[in-house]
């Protein structure tokens, strides 16, 4: 399966109180799951002009008629043939074998569930042959006609992480991933 890997790193990670595109690995790691699962090429996203030359790769600014990370990445489709995953830059549990049953499951397309049964849209694997809603207004409506799929026993790998408590909530977790 190939696909185009959209690596999400732009936010301002105000919550957090650093970059979370720096933290376990960083984007470096996220990129390397991602061509191992396939992915024959992989964007950052990284937000502001400024932060183009903060990653390595094919990195793209946020189009100045954007406002909002659901508009960057419906901006971001239209630039891209085939296949798409989104992966958030502060997925610090994503894996590559919660990655390949993602793709294994999802091949038509999806959007996987954490381990509160919860859909994460900033996960989500798009295909070709997505069709856009008429409005997009946040990933959650953007992805609605994706189906919902479990990467049973990987659900963990689906979370992102916002503040500095959820570092700790699952520091044991985070140990084990190798960076």
């Given amino acids: 399966m190939s696909f185009t890997g959209l690596l999400l790193a732009g936010g301002e990670s105000r919550r957090m109180g650093q970059d979370k595109s720096l933290m376990f690995g960083g984007v470096g790691r996220?990129?390397?799951?991602?061509?191992?699962?396939g992915a024959h090429r992989v964007v950052v996203l990284?937000?502001?002009e400024a932060r183009v030359d903060f990653f390595e790769g094919e990195t793209w600014a946020d189009p100045s008629h954007c406002n909002g990370i659901h508009q960057v990445v419906e901006w971001a489709l239209?630039?891209?043939?085939?296949?798409?995953m989104?992966?958030?830059?502060?997925?610090?549990?994503?894996?590559?074998?919660?990655?390949?049953?993602?793709?294994?499951?999802?091949?038509?397309?999806?959007?996987?569930?954490?381990?509160?049964?919860?859909?994460?849209?900033?996960?989500?694997?798009?295909?070709?042959?997505?069709e856009m809603p008429s409005t997009v207004e946040s990933m959650r409506n953007m992805t609605e006609s994706l189906p919902t799929v479990s990467a049973q026993g990987y659900g963990q790998c689906f979370?992102?992480?916002?503040?500095?408590?959820?570092?700790?909530?699952?520091?044991?977790?985070?140990s084990r991933i190798s960076w």
């Fill in 30 to 37: 996220l990129k390397e799951v991602l061509l191992r699962c």
């Fill in 46 to 48: 990284c937000g502001a």
């Fill in 78 to 84: 239209g630039q891209i043939e085939g296949d798409v």
């Fill in 86 to 130: 989104l992966v958030p830059c502060d997925a610090f549990l994503f894996e590559e074998k919660a990655c390949k049953a993602l793709l294994e499951i999802a091949q038509q397309g999806g959007v996987p569930t954490d381990l509160n049964g919860r859909r994460q849209p900033l996960f989500s694997y798009i295909p070709k042959s997505f």
């Fill in 159 to 174: 979370t992102n992480f916002n503040r500095s408590e959820e570092i700790e909530e699952h520091q044991h977790e985070l």
